[in-house]
Each structure stands twice: as structure tokens, then as C-alpha cells.
């Protein structure tokens, strides 16, 4: 089956922008139709990311798209293009743009509001139908669509990206038996393991509620309130907080997920994805000027590498427990705010993804992209946890808000697979509101009825503690930093600690000492010279 929207990518970049007839014929009939348009001219630049005008040009040789007209349908007159002395409520072409301009824009994301998209395909390398029975998983070589969407966590639409920030990368792999979604951060571990509090985290992180500027003061507070965030803050306070490019950036799932094979054995895995060109951040003053000379480097770099053909592509990895290794871990594995320590679990490579598209249309392919760990295929149960189950509810309630109730009907969003329900009506795309099927179920007239269960295992139950993350951070995630990213973090923190009161400062000097000792010391040393 073919998805329309994954498909209409494949149209050639044409390299050539040599059609001087065309060019010509395009300003001739410009000229004939009175228009103020002015005709195209290519730019020197070389970066496709100024070029898509162009490119689009070249892409209609003999000319424009085609007639304008009304949303209605009705071809626009010349006359109504201008709209000087006229009588404006009688204009259609005016009513139609200026009442739709109102309505532009919709709810942003309230977290993850600034992000970019690509397209390309996930693929099979190793075998791991021992532990997963996922179809889109089954076999060497396999190759599946998905859809990526980078992100800051705590900006706006309009955040400049080298803002430092913890980074999102959510893939949405479009298998035959649904959509399957990992939404994953460049941090190993999470900030709060109980639901509960990420609200006030999101309020701490934004802005204030009377300066409406963002406050270390809140963030700094809540984050030395809690003692399971250690590992949280290594990542957000080093320079992995300012990747280099989001082509160079870590992925981490996090949650430990339940998954079974066909036999119904259930295994316990992380997804994990590396950057098959590494890793690499920027530092704070390279992000500073960045911030300032390029706001949306990291968008234009993603644009601009896959125009080009440099496909940027991750290695995915399973880390993999049994019931055994869940229990005798010595340590809660799905605690979100621990990591898995690799020489206790180790990566299993199982394939990769390779982004080798870009959206035609951001806002129809990206700002409606709609993520959610609720959405799972056979084989993959999800996450026994707390926090798995307030995101299973939150990110669904969050596109109820911003996309409405049909949000997989939207072409990004609808999955590859024949789509059964008894959802009808509401807002806007109905589709085909399933055409004359029953609405009902049960029904006795052939609807849609439910396979016999596949799945032979049960969600396990977990009992969650409240301990915290110091020592995880200080023994095993600490020493997997690079020297370099070790230093940035008494750097950035001296500098983020510029505006904040003294005893949040004490807290943050009090819990380095207990992670590293040198860190600690660094923060002092740098606060004293400001
Ligand atoms: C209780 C905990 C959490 C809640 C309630 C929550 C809720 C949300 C919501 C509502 C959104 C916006 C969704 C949208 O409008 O489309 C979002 C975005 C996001 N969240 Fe979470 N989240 C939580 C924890 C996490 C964790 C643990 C991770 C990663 C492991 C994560 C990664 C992301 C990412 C990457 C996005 C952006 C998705 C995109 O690009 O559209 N979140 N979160
Ligand atoms: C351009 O015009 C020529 C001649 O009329 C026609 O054969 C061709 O299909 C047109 N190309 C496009 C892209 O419309
Ligand atoms: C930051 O990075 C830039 C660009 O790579 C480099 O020129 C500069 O020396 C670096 N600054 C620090 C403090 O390391």
C-alpha cells in the first residue's frame, strides 16, 4: 500500500536553472497581466534552504501552477488583486485571504514547540525475533517508513534553536500492523519519575508568570528539589544541551518497554539510537552567537544536508532483560530517571534509520505530526510504569486540543495499514467518515469486529520507589562523558547561575560535591570571577 503523503517526496530536485525561455516567457506574461509580481531571480547562495523558490521555479517550466482562484473554487479577477478605492466586502479574493490569515495559526505544541521534520526508512540488521514479534522487526532487511521530528523541549515556535535545551527526537514508524512511535530525548534519564509533578516542571522550565522571561531561578529550584533528576542535569547543563547538528545527537526511548515474541516470552528492552556520526555539541558561546546570527541553524543544517544528499542516518540498539535480570538488577529498571548502565545491559544493535527527505509542507507534515507512546503495534506492550501511562493519556489529550478528535486522520499521522473503527464525525478531516459501514459495534450487518487476543503475555506490575539519582550519575553516567563535555558543566552552570539566589546556588554546589568533587569546585571558582 502506497502512502500519498510519504510518496509525493520523491519529486527530483532539479539540478539545472538554465530554462532562460521559460524565464522569459514567465516575466513576458507577468507584464500582461498588469501584476506588481516581481519575476524570480536565483540568489547566490548555495544553500538549498534559500533555494527552495527557486527549485520550486525551475520544477513549472512552462510557467505558473495555474489560474487563482477563490477557496471556492471561482477564477480570481486581475481587479481584485487591488484592492485601492474598491469596495473591499464585496471582494472575495480579499474576504478569502484576510479571514483565513486570522486563522492561521493553531495551539502549539506546550512543550516541544520549536521543531523541524524529515522523512526516510527504518531497516532491519539483526535478528530479534527472540525477543520482539513486531512485524515491521521480522526480518533481516526489512525496511519500514517513518516520519522524525527534532525538537527543544522548553521554546517557542520561535526559539532560537542553539538555545540549550534537552533535545527531542520522536520517530513514527508507519508498519503494517499501525503506527508505532518512539518519543525520545538526548537524555538517558528523565527528570521526574511520578506524573504528578510534570506540570510544575513544565511551569519551572517556562516562563515567569510576571517578567514573562525565563527564570533560573525556577528551573534551578525545581530541579535541586528533586533528588532523582541528577542524571537529568549531567545532560542539561553539559554541552550535549547545544548539539552540534541534530544529524550528531543521542536518542533515548528511556522507559524500559514490556515486548513478547510469538511464543508469548516477555522480554524487558530499551530503544536506544546513536548517530552513526557521532556525537557532537557546540559550546555556549558558539551557540550564543548562533542564537543570534542563525536562529534556526539546527532546522536549516537538517534542511540543508538532506537537500544535498548527506542522508543523516542513527543506529538502533535494544538493550534486553528477562524477568530475571528485571529482578535482580539491584536497582529499579523502570525508573525513568535511572539509566541502564551499559556494561551491566549492553547495546544490541538491530537496525537503523536513514532520513532522506524533506517535508514539502511543514505545516501539514510537521506542526500536525502528532506523536504518542500510546501508540504501539503487536509485540510491543508499552512501559509498566507511571509516567508511560500519564504519557499514554497526555500526549492524546494534547492532540485532542491542538489537532482535534480526528488527528490520525491526518495524512502524516494515518497509518499505512486498512483502518476499522467506530469513530465518526467531528471536527475536521473526516476522510471518508468510513462511508455507509455500521456505526455501532456489536452489530449483526458485517462490521468491523476485533481479532482473537494475539497477545499471549500481561503488562507486568511494578512497585515504584521515590530514591533519587546521585549515585548513577556520579559512578555511571558522569564517566561517559567526554572530557570536553565534563568541563562545559561547571561553564554553563556558572553562567546559568548568574541570576540566581544564593541558597539555590548552595544546593547546586552541594549536590556536584557529592557527584564531583572537581565540578563543584569549578562552579565556585567561576562564580567568584563574574
Ligand atoms: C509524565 C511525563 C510526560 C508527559 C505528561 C509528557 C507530555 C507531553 C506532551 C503532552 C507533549 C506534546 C505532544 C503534542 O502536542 O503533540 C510532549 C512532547 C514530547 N515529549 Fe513528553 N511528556 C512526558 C515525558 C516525556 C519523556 C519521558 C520523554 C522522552 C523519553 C518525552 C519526550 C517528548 C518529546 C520528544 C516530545 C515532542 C514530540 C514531537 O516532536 O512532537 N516526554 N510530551
Ligand atoms: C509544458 O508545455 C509543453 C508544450 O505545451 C507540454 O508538452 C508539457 O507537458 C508541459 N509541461 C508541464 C510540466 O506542464
Ligand atoms: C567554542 O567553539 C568555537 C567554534 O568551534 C571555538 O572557536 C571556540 O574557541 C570555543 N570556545 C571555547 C571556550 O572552547
Request: with cysteine; proline share 7%; glycine share 6%.
Amino acid at each position: 500500500m502506497v502512502k500519498s503523503v510519504l510518496t509525493s517526496h520523491s519529486k527530483p530536485f532539479p539540478g539545472c536553472f538554465s530554462d532562460i525561455m521559460a524565464r522569459v516567457i514567465l516575466i513576458s506574461m507577468l507584464a500582461l497581466c498588469g501584476s506588481t509580481v516581481q519575476a524570480y531571480e536565483y540568489g547566490p547562495s548555495p544553500r538549498p534552504s534559500d533555494q527552495q523558490l527557486t527549485v520550486f521555479a525551475d520544477s513549472t517550466p512552462n510557467g505558473t501552477i495555474g489560474l487563482l482562484t477563490l477557496s471556492s473554487g471561482k477564477p480570481v479577477e486581475v481587479h481584485e488583486t487591488v484592492g485601492l478605492n474598491d469596495n473591499l466586502i464585496r471582494n472575495l479574493y480579499f474576504l478569502d485571504s484576510l479571514t483565513h490569515l486570522a486563522r492561521e495559526r493553531i495551539p502549539e505544541r506546550f512543550v516541544h514547540g520549536k521543531g523541524s521534520g524529515a522523512f526516510g526508512y527504518f531497516e532491519v540488521t539483526h535478528d530479534v525475533t527472540g525477543v520482539c514479534k513486531a512485524k515491521f522487526l521480522s526480518e533481516i532487511g526489512k525496511t519500514t517508513p517513518v516520519a522524525v521530528r527534532f525538537s527543544s523541549t522548553g521554546g517557542e515556535r520561535g526559539t532560537p534553536d542553539t538555545t540549550p535545551d534537552i533535545r527531542g527526537l520522536a520517530i513514527k514508524f508507519y508498519t503494517e500492523e499501525g503506527n508505532f512511535d518512539i518519543v525520545a530525548l538526548n537524555t538517558p534519564a528523565f527528570v521526574i519519575k511520578d506524573p504528578v509533578l510534570f506540570p510544575s516542571f513544565v511551569h519551572a522550565i517556562k516562563r515567569n508568570p510576571t517578567s514573562n522571561i525565563r527564570d533560573e531561578n525556577s528551573r534551578l529550584d525545581f530541579l535541586t528539589l528533586r533528588p532523582e533528576d541528577r542524571n537529568f542535569m549531567l545532560t542539561l547543563y553539559s554541552d550535549r544541551a547545544t548539539p552540534a547538528s541534530f544529524r550528531e545527537m543521542f536518542a533515548f526511548a528511556i522507559h524500559t518497554y514490556q515486548v513478547e515474541n510469538e511464543d508469548g516470552v516477555p522480554s524487558f528492552v530499551r530503544f536506544t539510537f546513536l548517530p552513526d556520526l557521532g556525537n557532537r555539541n557546540m559550546n555556549a558561546s558558539e551557540a550564543a552567537r548562533l542564537a543570534g546570527e542563525d536562529p534556526d541553524y539546527l532546522t536549516r543544517d537538517l534542511f540543508d544536508n538532506i537537500a544535498n544528499g548527506n542522508y543523516p542516518s542513527w543506529t538502533a540498539y535494544l538493550q534486553i532483560l528477562s524477568l530475571e535480570d528485571v529482578k535482580n538488577a539491584g536497582f529499579d529498571v523502570f525508573d525513568v530517571t535511572k539509566i541502564l548502565p551499559e556494561h551491566q545491559f549492553p547495546l544490541h544493535p538491530y537496525g537503523r534509520f536513514v532520513l532522506n527527505q524533506n517535508p514539502i509542507n511543514f505545516f501539514a507534515e510537521v506542526e500536525q505530526l502528532a506523536f504518542s507512546p500510546g501508540n504501539l503495534v503487536p509485540g510491543i506492550l508499552g512501559a509498566p510504569d507511571d509516567m508511560f501511562a500519564a504519557r499514554i493519556f497526555s500526549y492524546r489529550d494534547a492532540h485532542n486540543y491542538r489537532l482535534g478528535p480526528n488527528v490520525n486522520k491526518i495524512a502524516v499521522n494515518s497509518p499505512m495499514n486498512e483502518v476499522h473503527t467506530y469513530l465518526r464525525d467531528g471536527r475536521s478531516p473526516v476522510n471518508d467518515n468510513e462511508d455507509n459501514a455500521p456505526n455501532y459495534f456489536p452489530n449483526s450487518f458485517h462490521g468491523a469486529l476485533p481479532r482473537v487476543d494475539d497477545q499471549k503475555s500481561k503488562l507486568i506490575v511494578v512497585l515504584q520507589n521515590d530514591d533519587g539519582s546521585i549515585e548513577q550519575a556520579r559512578d555511571y553516567l558522569l564517566p561517559t562523558f567526554t572530557p570536553e563535555e565534563q568541563e562545559s558543566i561547571p561553564r554553563n552552570l556558572a553562567r546559568f547561575m548568574r541570576p540566581v539566589v544564593d541558597f539555590i546556588r548552595k544546593r547546586v554546589i552541594e549536590i556536584f560535591e557529592v557527584i564531583d568533587p572537581y565540578i563543584a569546585q569549578k562552579i565556585v571558582e567561576q562564580l567568584q570571577e563574574q
